[in-house]
């Protein structure tokens, strides 16, 4: 099975600022790969497709990048609403695997 | 506005079963392949299993296969997944979601999710 890593686990940050979230494959995914935004109590909403294609509705604060094995999400200029947790996950071949999730904290 | 409503989670006993519902609205749910997600207590997400469109198809994470079996109604735009063998470890919250491609394969993206039904397996 493929696994994901993410880094960090916890990033806190400021509004206003610029993060970045790295998601890592165990083995070439190419950039079958998507970014969750989860809230507490709240579904995972998926914010990026495809590495770097990003859903519709969601604000162009977010972008994704990378193929392969590695990859990013960058969230420019953080909003209040932003901070959340952060899933990345695979869709390469089944099992889809999710990375373990990064906390993005005020 | 697509929307999926699970139901049917609750407290088991080790051992034991349930059965879970997702019902779909708001979209031509036979066109979609759908899934299951679920999230232990303070935990990650983990993928449970994927239907195709048809129903003839299912795949299954190797924590649940053998005891979990994924169904669908497509007359009902309902979804179904029957769990048997609960064990403490399959305490979550469990996710129907819904593929982003119409497809008669499953792909493993997920666009849209309901808001979650309650699972847990104690004595």
């Known amino acids: 099975d493929i696994q994901m890593t993410q880094s960090p686990s916890t990033l806190s940050a400021s509004v206003g600022d610029r993060v970045t979230i790295t998601c890592r494959a165990s083995q070439s995914i190419s950039f079958w790969l998507a970014w969750y935004q989860q809230k507490p109590g709240k579904a995972p909403k998926l914010l990026i497709y495809k590495a770097s294609s990003l859903e519709n509705g969601v604000p162009s604060r977010f972008s994704g990048s990378g193929s392969g094995t590695e990859f990013t999400l960058t969230i420019n200029s953080l909003q209040p609403e932003d901070f959340a947790t952060y899933y990345c996950?695979?869709?390469?071949?089944?099992?889809?695997?999710f990375g373990q999730g990064t906390i993005l904290e005020i | 506005e697509v929307q999926l409503v699970e139901s049917g989670g609750g407290l088991v006993q080790p051992g034991g079963s349930l059965r879970l519902s997702c019902v779909a609205s708001?979209?031509?749910?036979?066109?979609?392949?759908m899934g299951w997600v679920r999230q232990a207590p303070g935990r990650g997400l983990e993928w449970v299993s994927s239907i195709s469109s048809s129903g003839t198809s299912t795949y299954y994470a190797d924590s649940v296969r053998g005891r979990f079996t994924f169904s669908r109604d497509n007359s009902r735009s309902t979804l179904y997944l029957q769990m048997n063998s609960l064990w403490a470890e399959d305490t979550a919250i469990y996710y129907c979601a819904k593929e982003r491609y119409s497809s008669s394969s499953v792909v493993g993206l997920f666009d849209y999710w309901g808001q979650g039904t309650l699972v847990t397996v104690s004595s």
């Open positions: 996950q695979h869709y390469n071949s089944y099992p889809y695997t």
């Open positions: 708001g979209l031509t749910s036979s066109v979609y392949g």
